[in-house]
């Protein structure tokens, strides 16, 4: 059977320091950091564009974007894929130190550990996905006042993951609000997904579905539940669409149906870009969705699989990128 993510014992064993942006020849991306000016405590937005180009096209840049993003944080990675079950020896009595796990369940385990948002090389990256989004400079000017008050360790004072998602969109072509409504809560164009769904918002470039609806495929989105929001499917959203939701979504970036995975990047996972290798399993019709919590005890709740609209690549597509070249090329 295949490995979850190609190259996963090349990424442990590779040295922990991030990699470089690629050259603009090789990928034409404009960096985030270039999208701000200044330092700590002095830090603006300078470029607020985004590109804009038709949604049919946008798959294969979604996965090269996220996937360099990933790279200049380090390759920081989790495996969600369920334990196995443990017993201990009669005997040996169950406490913090030696715990009896009755059953498998999910957790997420460090591969590889990158670098964190609250390193100062990482300031204007971060920054430079906040200017993406209409609120972008007012997050900024927080942070300001919280680099300057504090003792230089600051993490950020918002949870930069939508941020992130926004600005990969912005690079990718879907520069449009009405093709992707960036903004700084994932909830906002979970929402547009779901306009798109009942045909209200046709220009949409992603259309919500349940997991196991339809395939996953590099490009989409996975979005779950965070901190006491209680969706299990797209109607539990429905009945509270267009208020604020603690959500999370992550960038589908290879798709392994023959082991079973999904590898996803998102932003402000663990302090950083990291990607997430998350277990699928077959619903009735034989679509592969996530493991949810009802199959497994502590997985993710995803409750939305946001598809793009847009030409298919290839199931293992991460492992063509240029970040995963260059690594490899070392």
């Known amino acids: 059977m295949r490995a979850a993510v190609v190259g996963l014992a090349l990424l442990v064993a590779a040295p922990a320091t991030a ?113 993406s989004t209409p609120d972008g400079e007012e997050i900024v000017r927080r942070q300001n006042r919280a680099w300057r008050d504090g003792d230089g360790e600051t993490f950020w004072v918002e949870p930069w993951s939508a941020a992130f998602v926004s600005w990969v969109m912005c690079e990718a072509g879907l520069g449009e609000m009405g093709q992707f409504r960036r903004d700084i809560g994932h909830w906002r164009y979970i929402d547009q997904a779901i306009e798109a769904r009942d045909g209200q918002a046709p220009d949409a470039a992603f259309v919500a579905y349940d ?11 996975l979005c779950n539940a965070r901190a006491g929001t209680r969706y299990r499917t797209l109607a539990d959203r429905r009945a509270e669409q267009g208020r604020r939701a603690a959500s999370h979504c992550d960038i589908v970036v290879r798709v392994d149906a023959e082991a079973r995975t999904a590898a996803v990047i998102g932003g402000n996972v663990v302090n950083g870009v990291s990607l997430t290798i998350l277990p699928l399993t077959a619903g009735p019709d034989g679509v592969l969705r996530p493991v949810g919590p009802d199959d497994l005890e502590g997985a993710r709740s995803i409750f939305a699989h946001l598809s793009l609209r847009a030409d298919p690549v290839e199931d293992l597509a991460l492992d063509g990128t240029q970040a995963i070249r260059a690594l490899t090329s070392r």
């Open 211 to 221: 997991p196991g609806e339809r395939p996953i495929a590099p490009g989409d989105l």
């Open 19 to 131: 990699q470089d942006r690629l050259p603009r020849e090789v990928l034409d991306v404009i960096p985030p950091s270039e999208r701000v000016t200044g330092g700590r405590g002095d830090m603006r937005i300078v470029q607020r564009a985004c590109r804009v180009g038709p949604t049919h096209w946008a798959r294969r840049r979604i996965v090269e974007i996220a996937a360099q993003e990933w790279a200049v944080f380090g390759f920081q990675t989790f495996d969600a894929r369920p334990t196995e079950t443990r017993m201990l020896p009669e005997g040996v009595v169950a406490d913090s130190v030696n715990p009896t796990l009755p059953a498998p369940r999910q957790a997420r385990h460090g591969v590889r550990f990158g670098a964190w948002e609250s390193e100062a090389r990482m300031d204007a990256s971060v920054a430079g996905y906040w200017s």
